[in-house]
């Protein structure tokens, strides 16, 4: 049956291997030949970045520092604040990897620090607290950021702003603790959904685990989809506004914000619909069935 079970895994994999390489030789094709890019700028941002880490100076740009490609390794220790770990039951395995977790993060961060000095934390932990992001995006923020970003409140604004997303995470963080999976969607979904910057490759974050999640779903099919077709829509309402402020120079912030506001509800919508679909297992800590 193992063996089996292994067969059937595999061809999945391939297949999904195969469109993820045939995908990126057609973003190098479309990033050469089309206006609209199919890679995101982020990709230069990482690229550059690694790239200056293997050079003895420093060459700082905004936001694009030998240390972002760095900081990908640290933030797996930031998870140790996530709220979900205040509530979860304390046991071995919780302990060693809060402690291998944590020690991991304390180490590579001395490294860093001891090699870029102040500019390490600033760029790659206190810039996000920090970051007000004035371009176009998806988060119900970004207006509010922009026409206030001379104002001396536009500081305060910023860290206001991770209010509702703390609140969130905190409420779920003690309704479903015990179910890991449906925790760590919701974490990420509410993260995404409510933070000050969201752009579209930021949607697989949450989407990586949506596949863990489906098969505790109680809808039909036929729902499912008509909830996609919502957010695909959503999306589409919202890119027709930015694509005619980036590429044809028109003044589209109102109804980019607008067309925000009404995807930040359709993804609330969603959620909703998943929570109170959720079928909740029924699991048990280790320490309960030993």
Request: a positive charge.
């Given at each position: 049956?193992?063996?089996?079970?292994?067969?059937?895994?595999?061809?999945p994999?391939?297949?999904?291997?195969?469109?993820?390489?045939?995908?990126?030789?057609?973003?190098?094709?479309?990033?050469?030949?089309?206006?609209?890019?199919?890679?995101?700028?982020?990709?230069?941002?990482?690229?550059?970045?690694?790239?200056?880490?293997?050079?003895?100076g420093?060459?700082?740009?905004?936001?694009?520092?030998?240390?972002?490609?760095?900081?990908?390794?640290?933030?797996?220790?930031?998870?140790?604040?996530?709220?979900?770990?205040?509530?979860?039951?304390?046991?071995?395995?919780?302990?060693?990897?809060?402690?291998?977790?944590?020690?991991?993060?304390?180490?590579?961060?001395?490294?860093?620090?001891?090699?870029?000095?102040?500019?390490?934390?600033?760029?790659?932990?206190?810039?996000?607290?920090?970051?007000?992001?004035?371009?176009?995006?998806?988060?119900?923020?970004?207006?509010?950021l922009?026409?206030?970003?001379?104002?001396?409140?536009?500081?305060?604004?910023?860290?206001?702003?991770?209010?509702?997303?703390?609140?969130?995470?905190?409420?779920?963080?003690?309704?479903?603790?015990?179910?890991?999976?449906?925790c760590?969607?919701?974490?990420?979904?509410?993260?995404v959904?409510?933070?000050?910057?969201?752009?579209?490759?930021?949607?697989?974050?949450?989407?990586?685990?949506?596949?863990?999640?489906?098969?505790?779903?109680?809808?039909?099919?036929?729902?499912?989809?008509?909830?996609?077709?919502?957010?695909?829509?959503?999306?589409?309402?919202?890119?027709?506004?930015?694509?005619?402020?980036?590429?044809?120079?028109?003044?589209?912030?109102?109804?980019?914000?607008?067309?925000?506001?009404?995807?930040?509800?359709?993804?609330?919508?969603?959620?909703?619909?998943?929570?109170?679909?959720?079928?909740?297992?029924?699991?048990?800590s280790?320490?309960?069935?030993?």
């Open positions: 049956m193992a063996m089996g079970g292994s067969h059937g895994v595999t061809g994999f391939i297949v999904a291997l195969g469109i993820r390489v045939a995908l990126v030789f057609y973003g190098l094709y479309q990033d050469r030949s089309m206006q609209v890019k199919y890679t995101d700028v982020d990709y230069q941002v990482f690229t550059d970045a690694a790239r200056f880490v293997t050079q003895t420093q060459q700082a740009t905004e936001n694009n520092t030998p240390t972002i490609r760095n900081q990908q390794h640290l933030k797996k220790g930031i998870s140790l604040l996530n709220p979900m770990f205040i509530v979860r039951l304390l046991n071995k395995d919780v302990l060693l990897f809060i402690i291998v977790a944590g020690l991991e993060f304390l180490i590579l961060g001395a490294l860093f620090y001891c090699r870029y000095g102040w500019e390490f934390l600033d760029h790659t932990y206190f810039y996000h607290l920090t970051r007000r992001d004035i371009r176009h995006n998806f988060s119900p923020y970004f207006y509010m922009y026409l206030t970003a001379e104002s001396e409140w536009s500081s305060v604004l910023g860290l206001v702003a991770f209010l509702p997303q703390f609140l969130l995470l905190i409420i779920t963080s003690f309704a479903y603790y015990k179910d890991l999976t449906f760590c969607f919701l974490h990420t979904a509410i993260f959904t409510f933070n000050k910057v969201c752009t579209s490759q930021y949607f697989l974050w949450y989407l990586c685990l949506l596949p863990m999640v489906l098969p505790h779903l109680t809808f039909s099919w036929r729902r499912g989809i008509m909830l996609l077709a919502l957010w695909f829509t959503g999306q589409g309402l919202w890119l027709a506004p930015a694509y005619y402020l980036e590429f044809e120079g028109q003044n589209t912030y109102l109804l980019i914000w607008l067309a925000g506001l009404l995807f930040l509800a359709i993804n609330c919508f969603i959620l909703l619909i998943l929570i109170s679909n959720y079928k909740k297992r029924n699991l048990q280790k320490t309960n069935t030993e």
